[in-house]
Nanobody, 124 residues
């Protein structure tokens, strides 16, 4: 079992920045690909960013490329999502997810473990 806990959500104005963090516990964190997904009201949960277990390659949805950065710290068992130039359409609940020996697949069905979610609201 892997337990994931997100933090860092909140309310921010358009153009602002937020940093989400996800703390993992339970199994060897470095063996898991980590990803962020988000779900806006009335919409499907969608892929945002991922980082594989094996190297520092990163993957992003086109909608966030150039604005968001995913990173991991295996020594601290954490994965972060730095979000810059936020837009109202980035408003959603953001979920951290883990996939054992994953390569950063964008399909949510690949991920076995999920956090409880963190609300991000972008509004003036």
């Amino acid at each position: 079992q892997v337990q994931l806990v997100e933090s860092g959500g909140g309310l921010v104005q358009p153009g602002g920045s937020l940093r989400l963090s996800c703390a993992a516990s339970g199994r060897t964190f470095s063996n898991y690909a980590m990803a962020w997904f988000r779900q806006a009201p009335g919409k499907e949960r969608e892929f945002v960013a991922a980082i594989p277990w094996s190297d520092g390659t990163t993957y992003y949805a086109d909608s966030v490329k150039g604005r968001f950065t995913i990173s991991r710290d295996n020594a601290k068992n954490t994965v972060s999502l730095q979000m810059n130039s936020l837009k109202p359409e980035d408003t959603a609940v953001y979920y951290c997810a883990a996939d054992r020996y994953g390569l950063g697949d964008p399909r949510k069905s690949r991920y076995d473990y999920w956090g409880q979610g963190a609300q991000v609201t972008v509004s003036s």
